[in-house]
């Protein structure tokens, strides 16, 4: 099946920082990739719809500022968690669905860590 | 509203006996069902998904699931568990704009 990387796969981060985590979709183009927060022993949460070239569609609650998402090619998005504090530590999983539609496809999912 | 629910947190079962992971859904129209598998600090990976025709759907590691329209359910089964099944297991539903609305999880522990 398709392949979506993430990087990375784990990252440390002192609070008020920022951090970047790619998603790569390697041997498809990605019209559209979904970015997920998943808290331990929890659900993945929907945080956010990157569309490619178009600014990303956030879901209610989550803060556009604090997570920014740019989706430049159709193979790369990135997630920015600006100015992160512990409270963002958390697991970050993208997923890129094709042209036409069709099968998501899941990243391996990115730990943050803020200390 | 499109939902899922799985009312499970855990299904524990031995190895070699058969397995049943609950899942029931909510949606207006027909429904796009999905079921994924996550082991540890990893990614989801895709067991298999209900479009429309049969209603048992065969899918990755020997696993199948039945849509039940009238009991609007969606139960991921194998007919002898492993113990490498032992891991998360999320049903989900398309919702809205292409987006996929998660159940909770259910543990599976398969013991030998």
């Known amino acids: 099946g398709a392949v979506v990387s993430q990087h990375p796969s784990w990252v440390i981060c002192k609070s008020g920082t920022s951090v970047k985590i790619e998603c790569r979709s390697l041997?498809?183009?990605?019209?559209?990739m979904f970015w997920y927060r998943q808290f331990p022993k929890q659900s993945l949460m929907l945080m956010a719809t990157s569309n490619e070239g178009s600014k990303a569609t956030y879901e209610q609650g989550v803060e556009k500022d604090k997570f920014l998402i740019n989706h430049a090619s159709l193979t790369l998005s990135t997630l920015t968690v600006t100015s992160a504090h512990p409270e963002d530590s958390s697991f970050y999983i993208c997923s890129a669905r094709g042209q036409g539609g069709g099968e998501l496809f899941f990243g391996e999912g990115s730990r943050l860590t803020v200390l | 509203a499109q939902s899922v629910a799985q009312p499970e947190d855990q299904v524990n079962v031995a190895e070699g006996n058969p397995l049943t992971v609950k899942c029931t859904y909510s949606?207006?129209?027909?429904?796009?069902l999905f079921w994924y598998v996550q082991y540890p600090n990893r990614g989801l990976q895709f067991l298999l998904k209900y479009i429309t025709g049969d209603n048992l759907v065969k899918g990755s590691y020997g696993f199948e699931a039945e849509f039940n329209k009238s009991q609007t359910s969606f139960h991921l089964k194998k007919p002898s568990a492993l113990v490498s099944d032992s891991a998360l297991y999320f049903c989900a539903v398309r919702g809205g704009y292409n987006k996929l609305i998660f159940g909770a999880g259910t543990r599976l522990a398969v013991h030998p």
């Open positions: 041997d498809f183009q990605a019209t559209t």
């Open positions: 949606v207006s129209g027909n429904p796009y």
